[in-house]
């Protein structure tokens, strides 16, 4: 890959050859808002507030859609700049219900984070109340259609990455919004909740269900860690608020589900605070249930394998693992069942 070298305020910087010119003032440092552009979907040149100046160029230019060139020089914060990317927001702000005091995206909201970093209090054009319904069909997620700024990431997101193909744009003009398959509640279109376009969604627009009203982003600690579901691995966060999980997030940048997650992993989480969960081994005394120790629960599964093979045979007897466990706990279980039992009845959960 060739390297070139461009001028961006002043500063020199060198980015490889096909870089947009946003890639590259984002590897150096350089702040430009953008909206609809996310790492993780191709580019969409849709909220248009990420516009630069480039010399030699006529007007503005979308700087995640037009390619770093070698000797370019661009400028992101003159005043012409700033004011397109101020009309642009207020006109966002404008076109919807954008209650920030009451939305659960408000702290995380990326069309906030423009306003505050642009200096807007409030839109200077008068406000378009769309009056969408919210939908709340899907048991998952909550969609308010007011909110949306038609980044079209969502869209992407659910095509290209989750490749299920569930949303588009549909309508024309002011009435223009995204769509369920043919324009059904989410709960009854072909959407699989894997919460990819929540993920992606940069305002209040896709919010998890469960979620709402848990706790604001300020409240809230993140925590790293691995999916407990099954043997992939994929990074997740946490979200946790007085030692409780309200949401979880996929980690963006890392291998191997790079901010994706299935339904289980991203929405399965209320297992961990389940009144019933078991904490302690379980014995049947007289066919009921009860609690034991570690020490009584190993005795007695031990004594009870031993009086089995000496009964009916090793092969009377079968090891499941499990793709919550790690590989090596697996290969102790397989040793076990081969070594000390002396069966190769072995198999694994995901199997069955
Ligand atoms: S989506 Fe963002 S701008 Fe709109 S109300 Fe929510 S926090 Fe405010
Ligand atoms: S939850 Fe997943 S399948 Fe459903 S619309 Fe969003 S990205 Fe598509
Ligand atoms: S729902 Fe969210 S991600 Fe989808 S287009 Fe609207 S603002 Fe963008």
């Known amino acids: 890959m060739k390297t070139i070298s461009l001028n961006i305020d002043g500063k020199y910087i060198r980015t ?14 350089i702040y430009i ?3 609809c552009y996310h790492p993780r979907t191709r580019q969409a040149g849709k909220c248009r507030i990420c516009v630069v100046e480039v010399k030699g160029l006529p007007g503005l230019q979308v700087s995640c859609s037009i390619q770093a060139q070698d000797g370019m020089v661009v400028l992101t914060n003159t005043d012409r700049v700033i004011e397109t990317r101020k009309m642009i927001v207020e006109l966002y702000l404008s076109s919807g219900r954008h209650d920030c005091l009451s939305c659960e995206a408000s702290g995380e909201c990326e069309l906030q984070d423009a306003a505050y970093h642009l ?10 109340d769309k009056n969408i319904p919210v939908d709340h069909s899907s048991p998952m997620i909550i969609r308010d259609m007011n909110k949306c700024i038609q980044c079209y990431r969502c869209i992407i997101g659910c095509d290209d990455i989750a490749v299920n193909e569930v949303l588009d744009m549909g309508y024309r003009g002011s009435k223009m919004t995204v769509v369920c398959d043919t324009d059904k509640p989410m709960g009854k279109s072909s959407c699989v909740v894997c919460g990819e376009c929540v993920q992606l969604c940069p305002t209040g627009a896709l919010v998890e269900k469960k979620a709402v009203g848990k706790g604001r982003t300020w409240e809230i600690e993140q925590v790293k860690t691995t999916c407990p579901y099954c043997g992939i691995g994929c990074q997740m966060h946490l979200h946790v608020k007085d030692n409780k999980i309200i949401k979880v997030t996929g980690v963006e940048d890392v291998e191997p589900n790079y901010g994706s997650l299935c339904v289980k992993g991203r929405f399965g989480y209320d297992f961990v605070h389940a009144p019933d969960r078991l904490k302690t081994p379980m014995i049947r005394k007289d066919g009921r249930l009860e609690e034991a120790g570690w020490e009584e629960a190993l005795d007695y599964t031990a004594k009870r394998l031993l009086e089995i093979k000496q009964k009916h045979g090793p092969d009377s007897i079968v090891g499941i693992g499990c793709a919550r466990s790690t590989n090596e706990s697996n290969y102790v279980m397989m040793k076990f069942m081969r070594m000390a039992i002396g069966t190769n009845n072995v198999d694994h959960c995901a199997r069955t």
Do not use: D, H, Q, Y
Request: aromatic residues 4%.
């Open 16 to 29: 490889t050859e096909g870089n947009s010119i946003l890639a590259a003032a984002r590897e150096s440092g």
């Open 33 to 35: 808002p953008t909206l």
């Open 119 to 128: 200096g807007i209090t409030k839109s200077g054009f008068p406000v378009i």
